[in-house]
C-alpha cells in the first residue's frame, strides 16, 4: 500500500520481509528510507519508481492518492506514467501521452474529504497482447532499472512466458538481489514464492510445482561462489 498526501512525503506500507530497507536503496534509489512503526517515509520524487519496483516485486500495489477538487489536468498530468500529479482528474487523464511499465487493474474508490478527493486505485503489470514466447535472454547483461530513461527499450514481461513455470504468462521482471541483474520475466505466483515473513492466510500464492531455477543463469555472476544469487 502507497499513499500519496497532498503535501509532505511518500508513505509506503510493505510486507515485512528481511532486506526492504535494502531495497528501497538499491532498487528504487531512495537514500535513507525512514521507517516509523511498520510504514516508510519516503521522497515524493520516488513514487513512479517506487510503483514500478512494487509491480515487479509484488504483482498488484493499492496506491491512496489525494487530490485538489480546484486544480486542472496539465502537460505533466496527460505525460504522467500513472501517479506523478495531484489534479482532479482522478486520474483519468494521467499518462495518456506516455508508455508507462504498469496500469490501473480496478476502479477507483474515492472518498470527499473537502478541500480533496481521496482515491485508491489497483495497479498491477502492463500487459500485452501479442503471443507470448519464450525467453532467450533479451535483456541479458542488463542492470535492473525502475526509472522510465533505464527502461527505454525494454520488451514487457507480458510479451514472454513465466520462466520458472513455463504454464502462465509472465507479468513482472525477476531480478537478482545481489548483483543487481535482470534476470527474467516471471509470473506473480513464481515471483513470489520464496517470501519470508509473508504467510498463505495473508495471500500468498501455491507455489507452482513446475518451478524451474535455471533462470537464474541469467544473471551474469551467477558463477560467482562468493556472492550467491538471490532466490
Given at each position: 500500500?502507497?499513499?500519496?498526501?497532498?503535501?509532505?512525503?511518500?508513505?509506503?506500507?510493505?510486507?515485512?520481509?528481511?532486506?526492504?530497507?535494502?531495497?528501497?536503496?538499491?532498487?528504487?534509489?531512495?537514500?535513507?528510507?525512514?521507517?516509523?512503526?511498520?510504514?516508510?517515509?519516503?521522497p515524493r520524487s520516488c513514487l513512479v519508481q517506487l510503483v514500478t519496483a512494487a509491480v515487479d516485486r509484488c504483482g498488484l500495489i493499492v496506491l491512496w492518492?489525494?487530490?485538489?477538487?480546484?486544480?486542472?489536468?496539465?502537460?505533466?498530468?496527460?505525460?504522467?506514467?500513472?501517479?506523478?500529479?495531484?489534479?482532479?482528474?482522478?486520474?483519468?487523464?494521467?499518462?495518456?501521452?506516455?508508455?508507462?511499465?504498469?496500469?490501473?487493474?480496478?476502479?477507483?474508490?474515492?472518498?470527499?474529504?473537502?478541500?480533496?478527493?481521496?482515491?485508491?486505485?489497483?495497479?498491477?503489470?502492463?500487459?500485452?497482447?501479442?503471443?507470448?514466447?519464450?525467453?532467450?535472454?533479451?535483456?541479458?547483461?542488463?542492470?535492473?532499472?525502475?526509472?522510465?530513461?533505464?527502461?527505454?527499450?525494454?520488451?514487457?514481461?507480458?510479451?514472454?512466458?513465466c520462466a520458472g513455470c513455463m504454464s502462465l504468462r509472465a507479468s513482472v521482471w525477476d531480478h537478482c538481489h545481489t548483483h543487481g541483474f535482470v534476470r527474467a520475466p516471471l509470473c506473480n505466483r513464481c515471483n513470489t514464492r520464496y517470501w519470508s515473513g509473508w504467510r498463505a492466510q495473508r495471500g500468498r500464492?501455491?507455489?507452482?510445482?513446475?518451478?524451474?531455477?535455471?533462470?537464474?543463469?541469467?544473471?551474469?555472476?551467477?558463477?560467482?561462489?562468493?556472492?550467491?544469487?538471490?532466490?
Open positions: 500500500m502507497v499513499w500519496l498526501p497532498l503535501h509532505g512525503q511518500v508513505i509506503a506500507k510493505i510486507p515485512a520481509q528481511k532486506g526492504n530497507r535494502r531495497w528501497l536503496h538499491e532498487t528504487v534509489r531512495v537514500r535513507s528510507p525512514q521507517l516509523n512503526g511498520d510504514r516508510w517515509s519516503l492518492r489525494d487530490m485538489s477538487k480546484l486544480s486542472r489536468c496539465t502537460r505533466a498530468c496527460l505525460e504522467a506514467t500513472g501517479a506523478e500529479c495531484d489534479c482532479s482528474c482522478l486520474g483519468a487523464h494521467h499518462g495518456q501521452d506516455s508508455e508507462g511499465w504498469f496500469e490501473r487493474v480496478g476502479d477507483a474508490v474515492v472518498a470527499d474529504l473537502g478541500e480533496c478527493t481521496r482515491t485508491a486505485v489497483v495497479y498491477g503489470a502492463r500487459g500485452s497482447d501479442a503471443d507470448a514466447g519464450v525467453y532467450d535472454g533479451e535483456l541479458a547483461g542488463q542492470h535492473y532499472r525502475v526509472d522510465r530513461a533505464g527502461r527505454r527499450g525494454w520488451p514487457a514481461a507480458a510479451q514472454f512466458m500464492a501455491v507455489p507452482s510445482r513446475n518451478l524451474d531455477d535455471s533462470y537464474y543463469r541469467w544473471c551474469p555472476k551467477h558463477a560467482d561462489a562468493r556472492r550467491l544469487c538471490s532466490a
